[in-house]
Nanobody, 125 residues
Framework: QVQLTESGGGLVQAGGSLRVSCTVS????????MGWFRQTPGKEREFVAA????????FYADSVKGRFTISRESAKSTVYLQMNSLKPEDTAVYYC??????????????????WGQGTQVTVSS
């Protein structure tokens, strides 16, 4: 069973920065990709960023492009989401996810099989 554990959420003022982390319990070489999604009450979970593990390519939602960066530290089995220039509309529960599907586009909820419990990010205006 693959377990993902997020940390690093919190409260930050608009324009500030925050980094959330996701530690994976399995060997990362077996993973096809990792992603970050976010969700607010009453809305569907939306794609934020993803990282193709073998090719190293990264993908971002238009709403965060240029402000957020996804990265990995393989030795620690950890994936990060660095969030800069935060806006109140970035407020959400952020979830990390792991994909083992070699054909996945890594931009849809359905591409990921394992999810973390989520971490709250709140951006005050």
């Amino acid at each position: 069973q693959v377990q993902l554990t997020e940390s690093g959420g919190g409260l930050v003022q608009a324009g500030g920065s925050l980094r959330v982390s996701c530690t994976v319990s399995t060997r990362l070489f077996s993973i096809y990709g990792m992603g970050w999604f976010r969700q607010t009450p009453g809305k569907e979970r939306e794609f934020v960023a993803a990282l193709s593990w073998r090719g190293g390519s990264s993908f971002y939602a238009d709403s965060v492009k240029g402000r957020f960066t996804i990265s990995r530290e393989s030795a620690k089995s950890t994936v990060y989401l660095q969030m800069n220039s935060l806006k109140p509309e970035d407020t959400a529960v952020y979830y990390c996810a792991a994909s083992f599907l070699g054909s996945a586009t890594l931009s849809s909820v359905n591409d990921f099989q394992y999810w973390g419990q989520g971490t709250q990010v709140t951006v005050s205006s």
